[in-house]
Nanobody, 127 residues
Framework: QVQLVESGGGLVQAGDSLRLSCAAS????????IGWFRQAPGLEREFVGA????????YYAEPVKGRFTISRDNAKNTVYLQMNSLKPDDTAVYYC????????????????????WGQGTQVTVSS
């Protein structure tokens, strides 16, 4: 059974940092892409960034470029989202998701293109 478990959310002040973790289990993720998304109340789920489980390809959405960093620890089967200089607009439930590799192109920025999802972790940034 595939499981993605996020942790590390919390309540912080503007300018603070948080590191989210996404622990993956239940399948071989070596060819997958792991994405981070967030969803604020009343808004659609938004792409934050993604990392290929193998290789050096990492992608970020414009609102978080320069502030957020995605990394992985293959030995621990865990992907991280380091969030610095947090803003109140970053307040949301953050999800990690896994996208299977297939032949052909896949849209890593679309939540519909991910097969497996974690339960989410709340991040609240106060002003």
């Amino acid at each position: 059974q595939v499981q993605l478990v996020e942790s590390g959310g919390g309540l912080v002040q503007a300018g603070d940092s948080l590191r989210l973790s996404c622990a993956a289990s239940g399948r071989t993720f070596s060819s997958d892409t792991i994405g981070w998304f967030r969803q604020a109340p009343g808004l659609e789920r938004e792409f934050v960034g993604a990392i290929k489980w193998s290789g050096d390809n990492i992608y970020y959405a414009e609102p978080v470029k320069g502030r957020f960093t995605i990394s992985r620890d293959n030995a621990k089967n865990t992907v991280y989202l380091q969030m610095n200089s947090l803003k109140p607009d970053d307040t949301a439930v953050y999800y990690c998701a896994a996208q299977r590799a297939i032949s052909g192109w896949r849209n890593i920025g679309s939540s519909h293109e991910y097969e497996y999802w974690g339960q989410g972790t709340q991040v609240t940034v106060s002003s």
